[in-house]
Nanobody, 116 residues
Framework: QVQLVESGGGLVQAGGSLRLSCAAS????????MGWYRQAPGKERELVAR???????DYVDSVKGRFTISRDNAKNTVYLQMDSLKPDDAAVYYC??????????WGQGTLVTVSS
Protein backbone atom coordinates (compact mmCIF):
# COMPACT_ATOMS: atom_id res chain seq x y z
CA GLN A 1 0.00 0.00 0.00
CA VAL A 2 1.46 3.30 -1.09
CA GLN A 3 1.44 6.11 1.44
CA LEU A 4 2.62 9.69 1.12
CA VAL A 5 2.63 11.67 4.34
CA GLU A 6 3.27 15.41 4.28
CA SER A 7 4.44 17.45 7.23
CA GLY A 8 5.88 20.86 7.98
CA GLY A 9 2.96 23.13 7.23
CA GLY A 10 1.90 25.86 9.59
CA LEU A 11 1.48 29.58 10.10
CA VAL A 12 4.26 31.91 9.04
CA GLN A 13 4.56 35.63 8.52
CA ALA A 14 5.07 37.02 5.04
CA GLY A 15 8.75 36.89 4.21
CA GLY A 16 9.30 33.83 6.35
CA SER A 17 10.23 30.28 5.48
CA LEU A 18 8.84 26.80 5.84
CA ARG A 19 10.16 23.40 4.85
CA LEU A 20 7.65 20.79 3.82
CA SER A 21 8.49 17.10 3.89
CA CYS A 22 6.77 14.16 2.26
CA ALA A 23 7.67 10.67 3.43
CA ALA A 24 6.81 7.89 1.01
CA SER A 25 6.34 4.19 1.63
CA UNK A 26 5.10 1.21 -0.34
CA UNK A 27 6.75 2.19 -3.61
CA UNK A 28 10.17 2.16 -5.22
CA UNK A 29 10.72 5.80 -4.39
CA UNK A 30 13.77 6.37 -6.55
CA UNK A 31 11.85 5.31 -9.65
CA UNK A 32 9.16 7.95 -9.27
CA UNK A 33 8.99 11.58 -10.16
CA MET A 34 7.70 13.62 -7.23
CA GLY A 35 5.64 16.76 -7.31
CA TRP A 36 4.34 19.36 -4.91
CA TYR A 37 0.90 20.75 -5.70
CA ARG A 38 -1.11 23.36 -3.89
CA GLN A 39 -4.73 24.37 -3.77
CA ALA A 40 -6.05 27.57 -2.26
CA PRO A 41 -9.74 28.09 -1.46
CA GLY A 42 -11.71 28.80 -4.62
CA LYS A 43 -8.75 28.08 -6.87
CA GLU A 44 -7.70 25.16 -8.98
CA ARG A 45 -4.95 22.87 -7.85
CA GLU A 46 -1.62 23.81 -9.41
CA LEU A 47 1.70 22.08 -9.74
CA VAL A 48 4.24 24.14 -7.80
CA ALA A 49 7.40 22.12 -8.26
CA ARG A 50 8.48 18.73 -9.48
CA UNK A 51 11.61 16.64 -9.42
CA UNK A 52 12.32 13.74 -11.70
CA UNK A 53 13.72 10.41 -10.64
CA UNK A 54 17.04 11.66 -11.94
CA UNK A 55 16.90 14.90 -9.96
CA UNK A 56 15.85 17.40 -12.63
CA UNK A 57 13.62 20.11 -11.24
CA ASP A 58 10.93 22.40 -12.57
CA TYR A 59 8.92 25.20 -10.96
CA VAL A 60 5.88 27.28 -11.65
CA ASP A 61 6.95 30.84 -12.46
CA SER A 62 5.40 32.32 -9.33
CA VAL A 63 7.77 30.42 -7.02
CA LYS A 64 10.99 30.42 -9.03
CA GLY A 65 13.86 31.72 -6.96
CA ARG A 66 11.91 31.28 -3.71
CA PHE A 67 11.08 27.57 -3.51
CA THR A 68 13.44 24.62 -3.81
CA ILE A 69 12.40 21.01 -4.29
CA SER A 70 14.79 18.23 -3.37
CA ARG A 71 14.71 14.53 -2.67
CA ASP A 72 16.57 12.07 -0.48
CA ASN A 73 16.14 8.64 -2.00
CA ALA A 74 17.82 6.99 0.98
CA LYS A 75 15.06 8.38 3.21
CA ASN A 76 12.23 8.04 0.67
CA THR A 77 11.48 11.69 1.24
CA VAL A 78 10.90 14.75 -0.90
CA TYR A 79 11.19 18.27 0.44
CA LEU A 80 9.95 21.69 -0.50
CA GLN A 81 11.93 24.56 0.97
CA MET A 82 9.81 27.69 0.79
CA ASP A 83 11.48 31.05 1.37
CA SER A 84 10.23 34.62 1.09
CA LEU A 85 6.69 33.41 1.52
CA LYS A 86 3.85 35.61 0.36
CA PRO A 87 0.18 35.62 1.34
CA ASP A 88 -0.58 34.24 -2.15
CA ASP A 89 1.39 31.11 -1.24
CA ALA A 90 -1.19 30.16 1.38
CA ALA A 91 -2.82 26.87 0.42
CA VAL A 92 -3.03 23.20 1.18
CA TYR A 93 0.12 21.62 -0.19
CA TYR A 94 0.07 18.06 -1.50
CA CYS A 95 2.87 15.80 -2.58
CA UNK A 96 2.38 13.35 -5.39
CA UNK A 97 4.29 10.48 -6.98
CA UNK A 98 4.13 9.52 -10.60
CA UNK A 99 5.79 8.36 -13.76
CA UNK A 100 5.83 9.67 -17.33
CA UNK A 101 4.13 12.90 -16.39
CA UNK A 102 1.16 11.37 -14.64
CA UNK A 103 0.77 11.38 -10.87
CA UNK A 104 -0.84 8.31 -9.38
CA UNK A 105 -0.36 8.64 -5.64
CA TRP A 106 -1.23 11.58 -3.41
CA GLY A 107 -0.73 12.61 0.16
CA GLN A 108 -3.40 14.03 2.43
CA GLY A 109 -2.05 17.56 2.32
CA THR A 110 -0.54 20.02 4.78
CA LEU A 111 -1.87 23.52 5.35
CA VAL A 112 0.34 26.55 4.85
CA THR A 113 -0.96 29.87 6.14
CA VAL A 114 0.90 33.11 5.46
CA SER A 115 -0.01 36.20 7.43
CA SER A 116 0.60 39.65 5.98
Amino acid sequence: QVQLVESGGGLVQAGGSLRLSCAASGLTFGSYAMGWYRQAPGKERELVARISSGGSTDYVDSVKGRFTISRDNAKNTVYLQMDSLKPDDAAVYYCAAGVRGKYYYWGQGTLVTVSS
